[in-house]
């Protein structure tokens, strides 16, 4: 069973960056894929980008591209997400997620989705 734990995140000011990470631990397969979704208070979770672990493929929602960088360090077993540009919207808690067995058809779909982090709050300040 994969054990996924998000580093801390943060507040900063609309404009300002942050970086979180993942941490993967405990497959015995490498996850197919690696997402990171979001969950604004009294809103769904909703899917921000995600990576295929063996090709790097990149999907981003139409909300964070261009701003939102996904990347991993295959040595680290870390994934990354790099926010810049934040704007008061992005604040939400953040969930780092992985994918066992085939690639996503869906990659920002949570419910394909089978290992989830306790989520780290990233807060966006106008």
């Known amino acids: 069973q994969v054990q996924l734990q998000e580093s801390a995140g943060g507040s900063v000011q609309a404009g300002g960056s942050l970086k979180i990470s993942c941490i993967a631990s405990?497959?015995?397969?490498?996850?197919?894929?690696m997402a990171w979704f979001r969950q604004p208070p009294g809103q769904e979770r909703e899917g921000v980008a995600s990576?295929?672990?063996?090709?790097?493929?990149?999907a981003y929602a139409d909300s964070v591209k261009g701003r939102f960088t996904i990347s991993k360090d295959n040595a680290k077993n870390t994934v990354y997400l790099q926010m810049t540009s934040l704007k008061p919207e992005d604040t939400a808690l953040y969930y780092c997620?992985?994918?066992?067995?085939?690639?996503?058809?869906?990659?920002?779909?949570?419910?394909?989705?089978?290992?989830w982090g306790q989520g780290t709050q990233v807060t966006v300040s106008a």
């Open positions: 405990g497959y015995e397969t490498t996850p197919a894929a």
């Open positions: 997620a992985a994918k066992e067995g085939r690639v996503p058809t869906y990659p920002l779909r949570p419910s394909l989705y089978t290992a």
């Open positions: 990576i295929t672990w063996r090709y790097n493929t990149t």
